[in-house]
């Protein structure tokens, strides 16, 4: 079977059989990324929805004085893009890297746009994938915004605890938001 993850992925949200999905997956083309190859950079327009088979994506920014603050990691069987940059088509203001030796499946911008248009399927995954965006954004805003730092480490662990695992310090550190020191203090007071 052809891209059996996800086949899967598609399977649990729009309940599709695997003739349904041998009509579109030609779309979506193999990638194989080194550990910190990046995919799409800062500046330039985001034109592909990536979909992880193995490993993690990463989807940071680098700030004035050259911090990095990540948004988003995609593990295994989740979609990721830069939603901004793909919708507006304006620059992005976000990198996407892998941050381990990965696989992942990609398709153009208008292949995508097309199928949103003609596979009930696909709209379903589309669907999903801006309205999870949009819960996560808003989780994270709340409980990050006047969340002491311990408390937003224990709301990773609760929510999020591929990141603690799999992630170093300084990932994580810049996901919540604090120095890779403070993160070291925290997670000695767990």
């Known amino acids: 079977m052809k891209y059996p993850i996800l086949f899967e992925y598609i399977k649990q949200k729009a309940n599709i059989d695997q003739e349904e999905f041998n009509r579109f997956s030609h779309y979506f083309i193999v990638k194989n990324l080194q550990k ?9 327009i985001c ?3 990536y979909f992880v088979n193995k490993g993690c994506l990463r989807f940071f920014h680098l700030n004035e004085e050259g911090k990095e ?3 988003y990691f995609a593990f295994e069987g ?24 990965s696989e992942i499946l990609y398709i153009n911008k208008s292949d995508f746009y097309e199928l949103v248009k003609t596979e009930p399927s696909i709209n379903l995954i589309y669907l999903d994938i801006l309205e999870m965006a949009y819960v996560t954004s808003v989780k994270r805003i709340y409980n990050f915004q006047g969340e002491e730092t311990l408390q937003r480490l224990k709301w990773l662990m609760n929510y999020q605890p591929m990141i603690l695992s799999r992630l170093s310090n300084k990932m994580i550190a ?17």
């Open 78 to 101: 989740k979609f990721g893009t830069d939603l901004t940059s793909l919708i507006t088509n304006e620059p992005s203001k976000e990198n996407i890297q892998s941050i381990e030796q």
């Open 174 to 190: 810049s996901y919540l938001g604090i120095t890779p020191y403070t993160l070291s203090r925290l997670k000695a007071k767990l």
């Open 47 to 49: 034109s592909k929805v």
């Open 36 to 44: 910190y190859e990046t995919v799409s950079r800062e500046g330039e």
């Open 69 to 71: 603050l990540t948004r």
